[in-house]
């Protein structure tokens, strides 16, 4: 039976949030930053790399996320069995020591060995921040707390890396160590702050013992797989754009300086939009804003297709601001699910897989993309766009069938809209 928590937060949940939200967003600056340059630094170039360089950068670059999803239940098992807190702070000093790390040399062994560390450390903070965020919000105001994760969340990333993309256009290539040296410095203000942000706090730990079981009960349940697979299927879309976006806005001749105050201004929008969505899907129901989210990420979809078929028309373009709105309403929707659906003992590992889905999902993402169009060109792109929307959609819709076969099975419960 899940267990999703008190109707409201205790008293002292206000400073543990503020915590999570300022380390969660210092480990995103720090990784978005790093992945806007990474091309660059080991190349020793920022005009662009060579075609025999790519698969090289991808591979090292995918490192992050590989070493994410694959230790990040076993980072989650942990959260459950001493503390969300050891692990979050025990991430975020990792993650500062290895930044500077690699701003101590370029070769392939050191930026690969210090990138899959840093995914390792990465994992960890996310599934104790999650953990953490289910943990200290009522059911009543989930939404609305998830809403500010992910805010920090994304704004770190979309921040991190606008910066790390207006460096790049401005200074020289031999400075961009000084890049890694300062995201360290971001990771280590972050650390001291969630370290003096819980002091005096008492954490209950449940002392699960380490078995195959726990994970396999917390994780393999048709409600959470439902909740997380979407997510993969995201950030395949993301971890594409992530790697290649810079090249490919030099291609068309934007400068990066203007398409980093553009990605900036989306982290802004981000930043005043997640919140008040997840406050709506309290109110209004989860399911509503997954169906809303799931229309706005497809349409988005669309639209760059005609875009990229008929050029940046006006109205296309004011087709793709709506959708994009419609589509920041998914994430604290389906995160306040996954806490929901969550049980208290195994909550940690329950929303590490969140954590496993959209790592693995970058990985799947640059590696399919750069597969697809070397095969078979824009075709290959537009089967890569086409197999993302098919997925949402159809992921989004035996989602919301099962809620309603629950409701249907059980019309005497009063309860609120919001699984």
Request: positive net charge.
């Amino acid at each position: 039976m899940s267990s999703a928590g008190p109707e409201h937060a205790a008293p002292e949940s206000a400073r543990l949030l503020r915590a999570v939200f300022g380390t969660t967003f210092f480990i995103r600056f720090g990784f978005g930053l790093t992945v806007s340059v990474f091309a660059s630094y080991f190349a020793r170039t920022s005009l662009g790399i060579s075609g025999g360089e790519v698969g090289l950068v991808g591979f090292l670059s995918s490192l992050a996320p590989v070493g994410e999803f694959t230790t990040v239940l076993v980072s989650g098992l942990a959260a459950d069995r001493y503390g969300r807190f050891p692990i979050l702070l025990g991430g975020t000093i990792s993650a500062s020591v290895l930044l500077a790390i690699m701003s101590l040399g370029r070769s392939a062994g050191l930026l690969g060995g210090a990138n899959l560390l840093f995914g390792i450390a990465s994992g960890a903070i996310l599934a104790a921040s999650l953990a953490v965020v289910a943990d200290q919000s009522g059911r009543t105001e989930r939404g609305f707390e998830m809403g500010r994760f992910d805010a920090a969340n994304l704004l770190g990333y979309i921040l991190g890396f606008a910066a790390g993309l207006g460096t790049l256009g401005t200074l020289p290539n031999s400075e961009l160590p000084w890049l890694f040296r300062i995201g360290a410095a971001v990771l280590l203000a972050g650390f001291l702050f969630a370290l003096a942000s819980v002091r005096g706090y008492a954490e209950p730990t449940h002392r699960n013992t380490f078995q195959l079981r726990h994970i396999r009960e917390a994780v393999l349940r048709r409600d959470v797989l439902l909740l997380v697979l979407p997510w993969f299927v995201i950030y395949m879309l993301l971890g594409a754009a992530f790697i290649f976006l810079g090249t490919a806005a030099k291609g068309v001749g934007l400068p990066l300086t203007w398409l980093a105050v553009l990605i900036g201004g989306a982290g802004l929008v981000l930043l005043l939009t997640q919140p008040w969505f997840g406050r709506q899907a309290d109110r209004r129901g989860r399911p509503l804003f997954l169906l809303l989210g799931t229309i706005g990420f497809v349409s988005l979809l669309a639209l760059a297709g005609l875009i990229a078929q008929y050029g940046p028309r006006d109205y296309l373009l004011g087709g793709i601001g709506i959708s994009a709105l419609f589509a920041l309403g998914y994430g604290p929707a389906a995160l306040a699910s996954l806490a929901d659906v969550s049980r208290s003992l195994s909550r940690g590992t329950t929303m590490a897989l969140y954590s496993l889905v959209i790592s693995a999902g970058m990985v799947v993402g640059i590696w399919g993309v750069s597969a697809l169009d070397s095969a078979y060109g824009t075709a290959g792109l537009d089967l890569f766009f086409l197999l993302i929307a098919g997925a949402l959609i159809l992921l989004t819709t035996v989602r919301l069938d099962d809620l309603q076969a629950q409701r249907a099975a059980t019309p005497w419960r009063d309860a609120p809209p919001n699984s």
